[in-house]
């Protein structure tokens, strides 16, 4: 009679270990799988729900506004006054920013809309840009002929005197790059360096450019750059820099050269434009 209790105390025994066993290795697989899984749903999570605007590049277009704050700066170095009774009010400007531009929208160098708005928001594409340019350039002749930023906003603008002649792409030497696509939105910092180059703030210290086959368009690796008694060497996409001892160069030398191609030397003006595009034509094979 002892014998069968004792036998289902030791089958309940060994039940209650298989279970205590499979638990665990429950347990152990529901970790194995269900932790991986959740690592893949956080990152999943991360790179899907995370606001896009940690991950998008900054928007450097130039607005109306900012163009008017660079314009207000340039006038107030020729010393330029407001004129008041030509101050007009705009719906969409508030006092303080009326009074950041007030010179800029009292001579009408940048004017508003009908609506009586100035659409201090609105991009600026380089066409627009280029025709206030030239509003600017022709106020300071008629005010200040002699400033040294109107002087300096005639070299730059000197290939240019209407938008049709920006638009057939007669773009002056002294232009950055990014300003020859009449199409194209203005790029915010290449005007303020511009401007600030124009006002005497910026002094250009480097050059950066770029040697490419003038026939292929394809970059030329390892030709030799030199300016000013300074050289260096392409890398393998064909870009160089060139960082110079003073900041008091205004135009420059530079010659390239690379093996199979003819040398070439030209000069630049860098004050208003630090980078260059330069091509080599192939070397003439002689018999």
């Known amino acids: 009679m002892m014998r069968a209790p004792a036998k289902l105390f030791a089958t309940l025994r060994r039940m209650l270990k298989m279970k205590v066993r499979r638990l665990r290795i ?5 970790k194995r799988r269900i932790i991986p899984a959740l690592m ?4 999943i999570s991360i790179l899907v729900f995370m606001p896009a605007y940690r991950f998008e590049e900054p928007d450097n277009r130039l607005t109306r506004f900012d163009l008017a704050q660079m314009f207000e700066n340039v006038l107030e170095s020729c010393r330029i006054a407001a004129q008041p009774d ?14 950041s531009v007030y010179r800029t929208l009292s001579c009408n160098i940048i004017k508003g809309f009908p609506d009586r708005r ?7 594409r380089n066409i627009e840009t280029m025709g206030y340019m030239q509003n600017l350039v022709r106020f300071l002749r008629q005010v200040k002929p002699d400033s040294d930023a109107g002087r300096q906003l005639v070299r730059l603008m000197a290939y240019q005197d209407t938008p049709a002649e920006i638009m057939a792409g007669n773009m002056s030497s002294f232009m950055p790059d990014s300003l020859h696509e009449p199409s194209g939105y203005t790029d915010r910092e290449v005007m303020a360096d511009l401007m600030a ?10 050059l950066k450019g770029r040697v490419v086959n003038a026939i292929s368009g394809k970059p030329l690796s390892r030709a030799f750059v ?46 208003f434009n630090q980078n260059v595009v330069i091509r080599l034509n192939p070397a003439k094979v002689t018999e």
């Open 26 to 30: 429950s347990r152990y697989a529901l």
């Open 40 to 43: 893949t749903f956080v990152l």
């Open 197 to 206: 180059a124009i006002i005497g703030q910026l002094r250009p210290t480097a």
């Open 226 to 271: 030199a300016s000013e008694k300074v050289a260096t060497v392409t890398d393998e996409n064909g870009f160089f820099s060139i960082e110079y001892p003073v900041a008091d160069f205004e135009e420059v030398t530079v010659m390239a050269a690379a093996e199979y191609f003819q040398p070439v030397e030209l000069k630049k003006n860098i004050k």
């Open 118 to 124: 100035f659409k201090p928001h609105a991009f600026l």
């Open 86 to 99: 030509m101050l007009p009010e705009y719906i969409d400007l508030d006092d303080e920013q009326l009074f």
